[in-house]
């Protein structure tokens, strides 16, 4: 499947991994130049671009005319709109889903507007991807998401209190374990010795823990 994602924040950035990760062919779109150099290197198997994704002619370099589905994750409900929008009435692509921010907007996110999945901001990652690709096993941590299992990720930067310690010296939630540590785009095996890093991806699995506990161990 060929999925562009117009907008490379956290929740973008998250998805792109999901779906490159499930085989997905895929485009990831940011109108800031940092960013998108930032994310460079670190997704491997992504395709990113620099540039406007409300810009027909930028949505058209990113394969829009053969898309299979156009994710718009950005902050805006404005931009994600014009996306949804671009993509369906001029490329024609299949299936839109975007993010709807502000809850007083949601009522312009449907088929008026090219939409065919709204997604309300505090949707988990999960439900997301499968409300957006339509599919309920699309990878591995769709299925444990079903099965009651949480996929937790949390990033640390300099300020994180877990930086600089191991592993293993993080109280964590009962019931949660580090499934990996993605550093430098590269996932790293969890081991208790493993001293954590500013630009660590760690990425847990619970059936009990909510993501504020997992900020409090790790922020």
Known sequence: MKVIIAGAGRLGAHI???????????????????RVAELAGRMPGVRLLAGDACEPALLEHAGALTADLVIATTGADEDNLVVGLLAKRRFAVPRVAARVNDDDNAWLFDERWGVDVAVPADTPLISLIEEATGAADTVALLRLGKAGVDIIETALTARSRAVGRPLGEVPLPEGTVVATIVRDGRPTVPGPTVRLRAGDEVL??????TEEEIHAAFQ
């Open 16 to 34: 792109a991994r999901v779906l490159t990760a499930a085989r997905n062919e895929v485009t990831l779109v940011d109108a800031d130049d940092e």
């Open 204 to 209: 847990l699995v619970s059936h009990a823990a």
